[in-house]
């Protein structure tokens, strides 16, 4: 890429997308051996809306959303609204990188990751735990009645036993029959697209002005037994400070750790950056530290106080539903820096 290429790319990163110039100019530099030719798609739209107001990953959000409504379009708080939200994934046996249905360890094994935030500054998490098919009421359980912030494996299945929860088969028989062909060459390779990323990550406001955000997935198809990925993370796959906003990621949970990315998201609106430009950077800044970012897929989201919103991803494929007063349930598209060749 020649010098002045370079220097537009620059400029057009940081101008178009409110990205930091800093970070604009370490992924121009990459563009030399990555071919990025996207930079300038990522836009600086910007969605606002009246609270209360809804967010969630992926086209599954439609549905959570709608199950989250019940509380907040009844005047209930952010933090009912997004357990009941994606409890909805969870349940759902069709998806398969959720709760029960989700994908198995490369060992057969389901092993889910959740966690739950509210306007307190109060968290709850649990990770590496089997046979429960709602971990984020578990991740909530967490939160209210234990001193800690995260259990996992046998410890949290324990807890989860005590506080009520019923032992479950969460291995369906697709999800196992899918697991065995993975088997027959038992590559691990997690692919950039919708199918192989549906973690369920939502953001609430409600009429109060309150926040809360919730996480819940099965993690990557055929990791090594024992793996979290970022959902349980607080601070990685979803952070919040009532005074500014809250933010959730999805994809690839290494990357997103890595970077802090949803802690990251929150830290840059509160220095100013709309929750889409917070969202663009934290993509931009993933892209910019990952050897190889054209391979792998992040999806981010954020909501701040106001009730603006906003999205971004690596690759092209990531949506996110919104609700909200004056929003009816829609899918928006979230911008990218990568076409996928
Ligand atoms: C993980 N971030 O375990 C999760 C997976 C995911 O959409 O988000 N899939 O890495």
Request: aromatic share 4%; proline share 3%; hydrophobic share 40%.
């Amino acid at each position: 890429m020649n010098q002045s290429r370079k220097q537009f790319l620059r400029k057009s990163v940081a101008g178009l997308a409110g990205i930091s110039a800093f970070t604009a100019a370490k992924v121009a530099a990459k563009g030399d051996s990555l071919a990025i030719n996207e930079l300038t798609q990522m836009s600086s739209h910007q969605v606002s809306s009246v609270k209360p107001v809804v967010i969630s990953t992926w086209i599954h959000g439609i549905l959570a959303n709608e199950e989250a409504w019940k509380v907040l379009g009844n005047g209930g708080t952010s933090l009912d609204a997004v357990e009941l939200g994606v409890k909805t994934a969870e349940a759902d046996p069709t998806n398969q990188s959720v709760g029960v249905g989700g994908f198995p360890d490369r060992e057969g094994r389901v092993t889910l990751d959740a966690c739950i935030m509210n306007h307190d500054q109060q968290c709850g998490s649990v990770a590496f735990l089997e046979h429960i098919v709602h971990p984020i009421s578990v991740a909530r359980k967490v939160m209210e009645e234990t001193p800690h912030v995260m259990l996992v494996g046998k410890g949290a299945l324990q807890f989860a036993e005590e506080q009520g929860f019923k032992r479950e088969n969460l291995l369906t028989e697709a999800s196992e029959k899918a697991w065995r062909k993975w088997l027959e060459d038992s590559r691990y390779a997690p692919v950039i697209n919708v199918e192989n990323h549906d973690t369920i990550g939502m953001l609430a406001l409600d009429e109060s002005g309150n926040l809360s955000g919730a996480c819940t997935t099965s993690g990557a198809a055929y990791k090594m037994h024992g793996r979290v990925g970022d959902s349980p993370i607080i601070g990685a796959g979803l952070y919040l400070d009532n005074d500014v906003g809250c933010a959730v990621a999805t994809g690839l949970g290494e990357a997103v750790i890595r970077s802090a990315g949803a802690s990251v998201a929150v830290e840059l609106m509160r220095q100013g950056y709309t929750p889409q430009q917070a969202c663009e950077e934290v993509v931009a800044r993933i892209i910019s530290k990952e050897k190889d970012p054209k391979s792998l897929q992040v999806g981010v989201i954020a909501l701040n106080k106001q009730g603006q919103v906003g999205g971004g991803a690596i690759h092209p494929g990531f949506n996110y539903a919104l609700l909200s007063k004056e929003h009816e349930n829609r899918m928006v598209d979230a911008p990218h820096l990568f076409e996928i060749k």
